[in-house]
Nanobody
């Protein structure tokens, strides 16, 4: 079955870290772009980061640059999130996307189920 399964969210204090995982089942990641999105209640969906699996090229939203790192190992894409802030609180989703432009990338149809990240004191 072709699917993405994301996980790794949780409850963390400001300044803490989490690592999200996005596992691809049923297809090789090699020629896909995988993007991470997030959406907080009442807010629009926001592109966070993206990686082109074939070349390893990456991109980040300005709000997370220097704090988040996207990487890939075989059929898993990771999002290492450091120095978390309360405004990072959201549900995070991975998806296959059409470009490396984080601001404008669009999902292509395969989504993970989402994982909740909550940053509170």
């Amino acid at each position: 079955q072709v699917q993405l399964v994301d996980s790794g969210g949780g409850l963390v204090q400001p300044g803490g870290s989490l690592r999200l995982s996005c596992v691809a089942f049923g297809f090789p990641l090699d020629y896909y772009r995988i993007g991470w999105f997030r959406q907080a209640p009442g807010a629009e969906r926001e592109g966070v980061s993206c990686i082109y699996a074939h070349t390893g090229s990456t991109s980040y939203a300005d709000s997370v640059k220097g704090r988040f790192t996207i990487s890939r190992d075989e059929n898993v894409v990771y999002l290492q999130m450091n120095s978390l802030k309360p405004e990072d609180t959201a549900r995070y989703f991975c998806a296959t996307v059409d470009s490396l432009e984080v601001v404008s990338m669009r999902p292509l149809g395969l989504w993970g189920q989402g994982t909740q990240v909550t940053v509170v004191f």
